[in-house]
């Protein structure tokens, strides 16, 4: 049978051979990528994980001599960093086959039964409400100038519970001081503002004390900009790297003994202070931008155990049973069959 290969083959400067040769892997990659609008860190993160974890393998390999069996044997090989990078590569891979079904290249996409992992979900682990207090001190002993910005950063996150996303995405335009409160409708995706929250909707957040202080102290820092979190270093933008707020709760925790968490536990700290304080929980899932379902079910165990008791009393009865009180008719058995 002549195929297109074979054609190729026998007819190497044909015009229908330079049009049908089926590409590589690796070619056909960088046209897609090449074709992609997409942002400067998600082209780096994709040239990370394909140059890590597929083109080794497959680079020259033509698009239809790659099979289902081919990805599961390589899957299984791979030594994946973590889960994270794992769904990051299948995610890409996955897209390139499936351009390359739409322009008629492949007949399947070899990857279409490879299913996302998930990861085990972590313990709430919050900080105390004692160990909060003296990282915020620790801070604001530690930081001066500019940099107070990370002192201001984490007390917005401890008294609002906004993932780190959105903090660093947060725009002045979304900032209503006089009224007290916040606009969330960004987050941060690998360094880039994505004008969507994770759960993509638009939330209210009302502040408290603490929270319109840390605002106030980077109005006078950051308040002729865009942002509110704008780098340290006094380019304009926002702080685009979670990492650099990450290190410095770190050092927080070293100076003061206090065991390490990640800053995503200042969320789960402001959740367990505002149930153990008996705050509505539809309150509270508003503020964080979660269900109650979510809510209830990741910090059921930090409600206020005296308001346990008192659903308890709602079982009682009104009066306690009274003994021997039925009347003669009332308590005659029925004759034995």
């Not at 340290?232 to 390490?260: C, E, F, W």
């Not at 930090?302 to 008791?309: H, L, P, Q, R, T």
Request: hydrophobic letters at 35%; charged letters at 25%; glycine letters at 6%.
């Amino acid at each position: 049978m002549l195929t297109d290969d074979k054609y190729a083959e026998l007819f190497p400067n044909s015009r229908y051979t330079l049009a049908r040769i089926t590409p590589t892997f690796g070619n056909f990659t960088q046209t897609w990528l090449d074709s992609k609008h997409i942002g400067f860190h998600t082209r780096r993160n994709y040239l990370r994980v394909l140059n890590k974890y597929w083109m080794p393998h497959w680079a020259d390999r033509r698009l239809d001599e790659i099979y289902p069996s081919d990805v599961r044997g390589l899957m299984s090989r791979q030594d994946w960093n973590s889960i994270t990078d794992r769904n990051a590569a299948v995610q890409a891979a996955k897209a390139i086959f499936a351009a390359a079904v739409l322009d008629g290249i492949i007949a399947e996409n070899p990857m279409r039964s490879v299913e996302r992992a998930r990861a085990p979900e972590r313990d709430i682990d919050p900080f105390t409400p004692a160990e909060r207090d003296a990282i915020l001190a620790d801070l604001y002993a530690h930081q001066t100038g500019a940099r107070l910005t990370y002192a201001s950063f984490f007390k917005l996150a401890f008294y609002t519970g906004m993932r780190t996303g959105e903090q660093l995405s947060l725009r002045w335009a979304d900032v209503d001081l006089p009224g007290r409160s916040i606009r969330v409708r960004a987050t941060l995706e690998k360094g880039e503002v994505r004008e969507n929250t994770k759960t993509k909707r638009v939330r209210k957040v009302l502040l408290v004390d603490q929270a319109v202080e840390a605002l106030r102290e980077m109005q006078q820092l950051t308040g002729d900009g865009e942002f509110v979190f704008a780098p340290t270093s006094g380019k304009d933008g926002h702080i685009t790297n979670v990492v650099s707020t990450a290190y410095h709760l770190k050092q927080s925790m070293k100076r003061l003994g206090i065991r390490p968490r990640r800053q995503y536990d200042t969320r789960h700290t402001y959740a367990t202070v505002c149930l153990s304080a008996g705050m509505a929980p539809a309150f509270i899932a508003q503020q964080l931008g979660n269900s109650i379902q979510t809510l209830l079910k990741h910090y059921a165990k930090w409600i206020n155990s005296s308001a346990d008791w008192a659903e308890l009393e709602k079982l009682k009865m009104p009066n306690r049973y009274e003994i021997g009180t039925a009347s003669q008719s009332e308590t005659t058995e029925p004759a034995q069959q």
